[in-house]
């Protein structure tokens, strides 16, 4: 089954520090995609970053940047410099990018920066 | 412009209606997908069309039907509405094939959010 697991339900930061938000995943497929969404409060789906699993280095979107572990099947967020903006539920997401194409969601982990 | 934008944002209804959201795409792409996010807020795939052709479809109650008359468009219509329909119903869309193809993101509209009393 493939299945994607967020550990932290709720995550607070203070502002302009920096936060990692925690992602593991499982599929037995090699040719995968990874992503990160944002949904701020107005329940828009914003793309914030997204992996190519058969890529080793890290990508990397400004401040955001992520930790991918293939052999350890671990996908984790880094949001440096946290601004009040950054406030939102985070999805981490894989699609296994073959027929179908879906994506797979965590469960999602509320980020709350703090003034 | 709005890259996916989904009719109604926001639908109230009464049990045992039958009611329908539309999306439409300007991104040129020839895949689209509803998703449906429930109170605790968990998203899970319901359906996808390639060109047309239904490629995806998630163990979902036949009350769900959708429909797509194009490639930029994907509506969904249900039947028989009961209270556990009540959820926030994202459209989306990606490019399969061609090109750009290994970019393989989604992009999602606002969301309607269908009450059901």
């Known amino acids: 089954a493939q299945t994607v697991t967020q550990s932290q339900p709720e995550m607070s930061v203070q502002e302009a520090e920096t936060v990692t938000l925690s992602c593991t995943y499982d599929?037995?497929?090699?040719?995968?995609?990874l992503f990160w969404y944002k949904q701020p409060p107005s329940r828009q789906m914003i793309l914030v970053i997204r992996?190519?699993?058969?890529?080793?280095q890290n990508a990397t979107e400004n401040r955001f940047s992520v930790n991918f572990q293939k052999a350890a099947k671990s996908f984790s967020l880094k949001i440096s410099d946290s601004q009040l903006g950054d406030t939102a539920m985070y999805f981490c997401a894989f699609s296994l990018g073959e027929y179908g194409n879906k994506l797979v969601f965590g469960a999602g982990t509320i980020l709350r920066v703090k003034s | 412009d709005t890259a996916v934008s989904q009719t109604p944002k926001y639908l109230v209804t009464q049990m045992g209606n039958d009611k329908s959201i539309k999306c439409e795409q300007n991104l040129g792409h020839d895949t689209m997908y509803w998703y449906k996010q429930d109170s605790k807020k968990f998203l899970k795939i319901m359906f996808s069309?390639?060109?047309?052709?239904?490629?995806i479809n998630e163990t979902v109650p036949n009350r769900f039907s959708p429909k797509s008359p194009d490639k930029a468009h994907l509506n969904l219509h249900i039947n028989s509405l009961e209270l556990g329909d009540s959820a926030v119903y994202f459209c989306?869309?990606?490019?399969?094939?061609?090109?750009?193809?290994?970019?393989?993101?989604?992009?999602f509209g606002a969301g309607t959010r269908l009450s059901v009393l």
């Open positions: 992996q190519e699993a058969y890529k080793q």
């Open positions: 599929t037995s497929e090699s040719n995968y995609y």
């Open positions: 989306a869309s990606s490019q399969r094939t061609g090109a750009n193809m290994a970019k393989n993101i989604q992009y």
């Open positions: 069309y390639n060109n047309k052709e239904l490629i």
